[in-house]
């Protein structure tokens, strides 16, 4: 396996690993074990790459096993979901740092598919985009949706983040966690 920043020749097999756990075409008996709420398209995760080289693959031959999106506030400000936490991040600290666009950016969602999980994947490919990411920003933000504890478990008991907040938007609940990115260690 593979652990690499996606390049443009990665966007499909990336996206039928997302079909595979996105919430409105994830297989009823398959959302217990986790899912991804936002939906992406070609031109969104060229964008991705392009401006911010924020997809975070691992590949076996040409199968995108798993992957992490990482970016700018401004880059997710698109979507509404992260203005409203954009609003929010002067209101919050970690750490004893008042959070802010300069400070932080915004990870996730990361995607893993079943036959890899249980496995290092997760705690490899977190590692190698918050190591990535910690060139350009000192504290990573991401949220889970409440509907979703196998990420809650995954994102504080496998990956030690901490939650921040909790809140509402759009009619769902959800916690914030943070974490440092200097904890991220090199590539090996």
């Not at 997710?76 to 203005?83: A, K, N, Q």
Request: charge should be negative; include cysteine.
């Amino acid at each position: 396996m593979e652990l690499k920043v996606a390049e443009l020749s990665d966007i499909e097999a990336t996206l039928r690993l997302h079909a595979k756990y996105q919430i409105d075409s994830i297989a009823q008996v398959d959302k217990k074990d986790g899912f991804v709420t936002t939906d992406f398209t070609k031109e969104e995760l060229t964008d991705l790459i392009n401006q911010e080289k924020g997809l975070f693959i691992v590949k076996e031959g040409e199968e995108v096993l798993a992957y992490v999106m990482a970016a700018s506030w401004e880059f997710w400000s698109r979507w509404p979901m992260f203005i409203h936490m954009i609003k929010e991040l002067p209101k919050l600290t970690y750490l004893g740092e008042t959070l802010s666009t300069q400070n932080s950016y915004q990870y996730g969602p990361i995607c893993i598919d079943k036959s890899v999980r249980g496995t290092a994947v997760l705690k490899d490919i977190f590692n190698f985009s918050l190591w990535h990411m910690s060139k350009r920003y000192p504290i990573l933000v991401t949220f889970v949706n409440k509907i979703n504890p196998r990420s809650y478990e995954a994102h504080k008991r496998k990956l030690g983040l901490d939650v921040i907040q909790e809140f509402e938007f759009n009619g769902n609940s959800y916690w914030e966690f943070a974490t440092e990115t200097s904890k991220a260690l090199p590539p090996v």
